[in-house]
């Protein structure tokens, strides 16, 4: 860091302890950045408590010279960047540890100076230092991640759903859909998720915050702006035939005066498909409603194939969600499996250094063995553009096409789709 600024890693530390007013500060700090409203210190605190649960790291650029007068003080951070670790799904049930990346802002009046360059290839190698692979975060624009090796992973979208009586699902109900006040998702949502977590390929384990938005303990717009209890949200869970509940939604009132009248899918979540459709069977009933929406769904939405008629679900802003960046390729590939067996030399450009080289990835049993070679490379690529097909959420010929992979052996992109091949569309159904 240059001599102008510090650079400073802490934790998100409770009232009475020595960061806290530093914690506060860098709080303040992101929020302006994203320019929100100024919290009060009930808000912040409530974000800090969530933050300690995640075991977050948050990082803040000071200046070290003394700030104009009457400007910010030096103890508010001109750059923010958090940090916490959480599980990825890889793809065949694998779980593997992510490093995520969130709350990245620099100061109008500091911004490109290489701040946030600094912050992120400090971070980076350090997590990679910390024996994690792959790191991940989801971004503001598209522009500014793939330069420090971050590739689009999962895409999701908005849908909107007719559920006048045109809404039919051609499915064999299975259990049953029962409303339920909305504190129970406190403990239940964590223990769904989770269940769906293991079975979907590109997840993200959530952090604390999501129990507490769906469950309505936070996120009201109440007088106070202290961002306490939601009153409006509403949740119905499904129960499997011996009873068990596999799936929940939290789900909100777009109020009267819209219309047709509306219902928001704050979070719905299924361990299993007949959940999922029982639950969607339970929104398309509810009365005096003939909408629902819900952004933040999978491209490849089961709903729309599920429907008499698939035209119900208009779907808009399909957009970028999840980006992966692997620090590590040896680890990252022999931690997932593969459905395809093959052989493949991955020539792999990093600009930060981390992980560059020509890599043998040769694929046994569905099992990874990935050594440092001087073979001719079958396909040259970035290592933005193999965090990209890492869950195959581009087809690698798609990448040729657009010039983003070299492929020196015909066929090797092909095999490349085949070997990275995951068992369901990678999707990523956690916001961070
Ligand atoms: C994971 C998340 O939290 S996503 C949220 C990201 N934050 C925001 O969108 C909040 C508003 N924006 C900002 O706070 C800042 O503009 C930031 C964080 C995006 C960039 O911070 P800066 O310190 O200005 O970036 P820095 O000077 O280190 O630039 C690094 C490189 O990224 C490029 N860059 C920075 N911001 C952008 C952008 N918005 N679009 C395109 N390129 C960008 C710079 O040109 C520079 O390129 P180069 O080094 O290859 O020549």
């Known amino acids: 860091m240059s ?19 530093a914690a506060v500060a860098w709080s303040r700090a992101v929020a302006f950045g994203f320019h929100e ?9 409530r974000g800090l408590a969530m933050s300690r649960a995640d075991h977050s790291v948050f990082t803040g650029v000071y ?16 750059a923010t960047f958090a940090t916490w670790r959480k599980t990825l799904n890889v793809g065949f049930g694998k779980l593997v540890d992510a490093h995520l990346i969130s709350a990245v802002t620099v100061r109008t009046s500091h911004r490109r100076r290489g701040l946030l360059r600094q912050m992120m290839s400090e971070d980076l190698a350090l997590a990679k230092d910390d024996g994690v692979a792959i790191a991940a975060l989801t971004a503001s624009e598209a522009s500014i991640y793939g330069r420090f090796g971050f590739g689009v992973a999962t895409s999701e979208q908005s849908i909107t759903v007719d559920t006048s009586a045109r809404f039919k699902l051609n499915h064999a109900p299975e259990g049953t859909v029962e409303v339920a006040d909305p ?90 498909s007949a959940a999922y459709l029982e639950l969607w069977q339970y929104l398309g009933a509810i009365d005096l409603v ?76 569905g099992h990874a063995t990935v050594t440092a070679t001087d073979a001719a490379p079958d396909l040259e690529l970035d290592i933005s553009v193999l965090s990209s097909i890492y869950l195959g959420a581009v087809h690698p010929a798609s990448l040729v096409a657009a010039g983003r992979i070299q492929e020196n052996q015909q066929g090797a992109a092909f095999l490349a789709a085949q070997m990275f091949a995951v068992e369901r569309p990678a999707f990523c159904p956690t916001h961070f």
């Open 37 to 45: 409203e100024s919290k009060s210190e009930t808000r912040i605190d």
């Open 290 to 365: 003939e909408r629902v929406k819900w952004s933040g769904v999978s491209v490849d939405n089961p709903l729309t194939w599920a429907l008499e008629d698939p035209r119900c679900v208009k779907g808009s802003d399909p957009r970028d969600m999840l980006w992966l960046r692997i620090l590590d390729i040896q680890k990252a590939l022999e931690e997932r499996q593969f459905p395809a067996d093959g052989t493949l030399v991955l020539k792999v450009r990093d600009a930060l250094g981390l992980t560059p080289g020509t890599f043998s990835l040769d694929v046994r049993e």
């Open 183 to 272: 504190k129970i998702l406190l403990d239940l949502a964590p223990q769904i998720f989770e269940q769906q977590h293991r079975h979907l390929p590109g997840s993200i384990d959530r952090q604390e915050s999501y129990r507490q938005y769906v469950s309505g303990s936070v996120g009201g717009d109440g007088a106070d702006g202290d961002g306490g209890p939601d009153a409006k949200i509403k949740a119905a869970l499904h129960y499997a035939s011996n009873g068990d509940v596999d799936g929940y939604v939290s789900y909100k009132f777009g109020g009267w005066e819209t219309e047709p009248a509306t219902m928001e899918i704050v979070d719905l979540v299924a361990a299993n």
């Open 3 to 21: 001599g102008d600024y510090q650079i400073r890693r802490f934790e998100p530390a409770a009232k009475n302890e020595p960061d806290y007013d």
């Open 63 to 78: 200046q070290t010279s003394e700030p104009a007068a009457y400007s910010l003080s030096a103890e508010v951070p001109v």
